[in-house]
């Protein structure tokens, strides 16, 4: 077993043969699930077995430290672990922010003093659950520290478990009946001719029997927690992925618990586990655990209901067993294929190659490179393995070998902790916005022209010579009400509709238009269920998600426009491209039924957002480029096709609407404004339009937007005005500016 701290005088653990291999094996599949090999969906096993190993290390160390010595020693335990994991982290979050202040664009994310903090103090898998890893922020460009929430996970578990470990270990002898019982059983009967004579047992015997006592609470406890834990997931996640059961201590907890049974099966039970037989059964378990092992790394994806059902707990135990082979049958086949070149020295390495790995993978982007799947996995690979050797042999190691005194490296430690965030704190200061991501921005001078709505509002694309006049010049010839106050518009859908209002709020004045921008993060018309959005799987949210009604988000609208009444509605949202589940099967545009299943909502949505006489605007899907997939092909929902069909479908909707109900039903061409050539577009005559992460608007864009749109908005809504004038709106408006719009690259 391999020493996990080289300081401290602690008891050493003899070397197990194969347990780097298990490390440099997890620490691949990782890197190959992330870089989208076919092989290997469920290469995110990988961080489950490191799990597994961690609990076995370290819950065999303190058990061997409390045999050794009497007592753990919590000060040199502690000491031991920021020797061996902080100087490579602070390395990174530095690393991270040179890169941010120098250069920018080779993230692309503006906003990571958070990220920061939360990887410092060991708790970003709570500030991932925290900000919500939900629609807005999973299609956003990755934090290049999103990674480290395994990492905060196993500190947790190293600060609270070797105090339960001391505890069980102190007073675990079991209540005053059990001891009275042992003392009964302690004597033995000796018939000597026609007297019986009870000697009393050794007190070698006595602290046996302690031992075993305490040893049985520690794999009780350890196994049912790891139970625990596995249900406590199945029961927050019933239909797969979700930010809480991924991120949460709690429900990650039973690798890192499975570990910890290992190791204590193993010291209670060590007479027998050195038996033929035992050698044997052990070498039988060891391949039981790799043939697992690689059925579950290559046949269960992140998005089955399964992985979090049982799915963790099967992966940990099977980790589980390959380590029990590989200790109690060291020359058997487990250990013999974990020992295979160069596996073993890839292992030694492996916490800096996680540690690294993932801001490689984010700098050596398939959109950059355009390489093969393949090619791009070996790249990677290389990268990241010379890294994380440099960083072992001049950082980790001379430091883990006592380069710095005790007194020197705990001055050393916040020392560290504040340049890494000095340097991450000066990133913010330099400004990174969308415009210097991806394209300058500009504000010209003369308004185009704009045509008014006649059955399908207005809006061509700008040409070269369109340009956007400075705010304070904007066009007035829009028809000004005459009566009541400004035209009343009421802006639904996504992010992508919220961040849209952003921009057209501040051209709105001048148009005699007031928007009401309610686009929520995560809710389009279509999302009753879970959808696919890049690496995730994730609910609809509040108030998206069903409950007891079928259709929340459709009712919420029309709570809105009772109580604002307004004269014109306006619906945008990209969530009609994602891959859904919808009737307990995923489905996507392109796909007859859920065609129907989305033409059917459109449709029902226009009943509510006319159902006061309000006009609306069905705004057509713009193309999107939230990068490339770890592979290097286009994210499913990024696909021209499925634009096209859903653009289609609002056309069609918004036709069928106007026949059938008499709603005034408009479509605004928001793809050809904003996409001209019939492609993505960042930035059009000049004007940065989108965000960073190439889906939602950059707030020049939803200006640019406003130009061609408020005119036209404010005609359509002069007729619904005059005959249901209610001035101002009811109650507090939402603001302009959404809060989580913070969170975005933009």
């Known amino acids: ?94 690393a991270v922010g040179v890169a941010l202040v120098a250069y920018p664009s080779l993230l692309a994310t503006p906003h990571v003093i958070g990220d920061a903090l ?87 015997a006595d602290a046996e029997w302690i031992r075993r006592r305490r040893l049985h609470l520690l794999f009780g406890l350890s196994s049912l927690g790891a139970l625990g834990s596995s249900l406590l997931m199945a029961y927050l996640a019933p239909a797969g992925y979700t930010t809480r059961a991924y991120y949460g201590t709690d429900t990650r907890a039973q690798a890192l618990l499975v570990g910890a049974a290992v190791a204590s099966g193993l010291a209670l039970w060590r007479d027998g586990a050195s038996a033929v037989w035992f050698r044997r059964l052990g070498g039988v378990l060891g391949i039981v655990g790799v043939a697992g092992t690689a059925v579950l790394w290559t046949r269960v994806s992140e998005t089955s209901t399964f992985a979090f059902s049982g799915g963790f707990l099967l992966a940990s135990l099977a980790a589980g067993m390959v380590i029990l082979g590989a200790v109690v049958a060291p020359r058997g086949p487990t250990v013999r294929l974990l020992e295979i070149p160069p596996l073993p020295a890839l292992g030694r390495i492996s916490y800096g190659v996680y540690l690294w790995y993932w801001p490689v993978l984010l700098v050596m982007s398939g959109a950059r490179l355009h390489w093969g799947v393949y090619p791009l996995f070996a790249a990677r690979v290389g990268v990241t393995v010379t890294i994380a050797a440099l960083s072992a042999r001049f950082i980790e190691l001379p430091i883990r070998r006592g380069a710095l005194p005790s007194w020197r490296s705990l001055v050393a430690a916040p020392v560290g ?103 929520i993060p995560g809710c389009s018309l279509s999302m009753d269920q879970s959808i696919k959005v890049l690496f995730y799987t994730l609910p609809p949210g509040q108030p998206c998600a069903p409950g007891d009604d079928p259709v929340p988000l459709l009712t919420q609208w029309k709570k809105w426009i009772d109580a604002y009444n307004p004269d014109v509605v306006i619906y945008l949202a990209r969530g009609e491209t994602f891959d859904q589940e919808e009737g307990g099967k995923w489905r996507n545009l392109g796909q007859a039924a859920f065609n129907q299943f989305v033409a059917d909502r459109y449709r029902q949505a226009i009943d509510v957002m006319g159902s006061k006489g309000a006009a609306v605007v069905l705004m057509t899907t713009p193309y999107y480029d939230s990068g490339t997939s770890p592979s290097g092909t286009i994210w499913p929902e990024d696909q021209v096709d499925r634009v096209t069909v859903d653009n289609r479908l609002i056309r069609q909707a918004a036709v069928a609407g106007t026949a059938s109900t008499g709603h005034q039903v408009y479509v605004f061409d928001l793809n050809a404004v904003v996409s001209p050539g019939n492609q993505y577009a960042t930035a059009v005559a000049g004007v940065n339009l989108r965000c960073s992460d190439g889906v939602h608007f950059s707030p020049t864009g939803g200006e640019f937007v406003g130009l061609q749109l408020l005119h036209d908005l404010a005609e359509l809504g002069v007729a619904h005005h005059a005959t249901s004038p209610t001035g101002a709106w009811a109650g507090a408006l939402p603001p302009s500016t959404p809060p989580w719009y913070a969170k975005l690259p933009c």
């Open 1 to 94: 077993m391999a020493q996990e701290t080289d300081v401290g005088g602690r008891p050493r653990l003899r070397h197990v043969a194969g347990l780097d291999g298990i490390r440099a094996l997890a620490v691949l599949a990782v890197i190959a699930f992330h870089t989208g090999l076919s092989s290997v969906p469920g290469g995110f096993y990988g961080v489950d077995a490191f799990f597994v190993l961690s609990g076995f290390l370290i819950t065999s160390l303190l058990v061997t430290e409390w045999e050794g010595t009497g007592t753990i020693s919590l000060r040199r335990f502690w000491g031991g672990r920021a020797r061996r994991l902080l100087p490579a982290l602070f390395l990174l979050v530095a």
């Open 118 to 204: 939360s990887t410092v103090f060991y708790a970003s898998n709570w500030y991932s659950i925290h900000g919500g890893v939900s629609y807005f922020s999973t299609a956003a460009q990755p934090s290049p520290l999103l990674h480290t929430w395994s990492l905060a996970i196993e500190e947790q578990f190293y600060l609270v478990w070797p105090l339960v470990v001391l505890f069980i270990m102190k007073v675990g002898t079991g209540g005053r009946r059990q001891r009275r019982r042992h003392q009964r059983i302690s004597t033995v009967r000796v018939i000597d001719g026609s007297h019986l004579m009870m000697f009393p047992r050794s007190a070698e």
């Open 417 to 519: 902790a504040a340049a890494a965030l000095g340097l991450v704190c000066a990133s913010t200061l330099v400004p990174v916005s969308a415009a210097s991501l991806q394209g300058s921005s500009v504000v010209p001078n003369d308004p185009p022209t704009t045509t008014p709505g006649t059955g399908t509002a207005g809006g061509a694309a700008a040409g070269p010579s369109d340009l956007i006049p400075p705010l304070s010049a904007s066009s007035a010839s829009a028809p000004a009400p005459t009566t009541g106050g400004p035209i009343k518009v009421l802006l639904v859908g996504d992010s992508v509709a919220g961040t849209l209002g952003v921009g057209l709020s501040q051209y709105q004045a001048n148009d005699h238009v007031q928007i009401v921008n309610e686009g």
